[in-house]
């Protein structure tokens, strides 16, 4: 089992960027592939980017793709999504999430931290 906590939400003008964090309790942070999510206000949840165990192999959503770049750092049981050329449309919670296996849906996700809200403001 694995607790997440996300961190490093905020304000931020359109152009700009963030970087968020997504800390993991646990030894077994290196088991799990990784992803991140975002859920717009009013909206699904949707998938933005996953990363695999070791840190080599990573997707994105079409819409952040050459803008957001997932990455980790297994030993300090931490996960990263930097955000750049940020857009309105980015608005959203974003959450991370842990599986067994690289997969962007939602479902195949079993853990999960509460969230961290980013809002670019046009």
């Known amino acids: 089992q694995v607790q997440l906590v996300e961190s490093g939400g905020g304000l931020v003008q359109v152009g700009g960027s963030l970087r968020l964090s997504c800390a993991a309790s646990?030894?077994?942070?290196?088991?799990?592939?990784m992803g991140w999510f975002r859920r717009p206000s009013g909206k699904e949840r949707e998938f933005v980017a996953v990363?695999?165990?070791?840190?080599?192999?990573?997707d994105y959503a079409d819409s952040v793709k050459g803008r957001f770049t997932i990455s980790r750092d297994n030993a300090k049981n931490t996960m990263y999504l930097e955000m750049n050329s940020l857009k309105p449309e980015d608005t959203a919670v974003y959450y991370c999430?842990?599986?067994?296996?690289?997969?962007?849906?939602?479902?195949?996700?079993?853990?999960w931290g509460q969230g961290t809200r980013v809002a670019v403001s046009s």
């Open positions: 999430a842990a599986s067994a296996f690289r997969s962007a849906v939602v479902a195949d996700y079993n853990y």
């Open positions: 990363i695999n165990r070791s840190g080599t192999i990573t």
């Open positions: 646990g030894r077994t942070f290196s088991t799990y592939v």
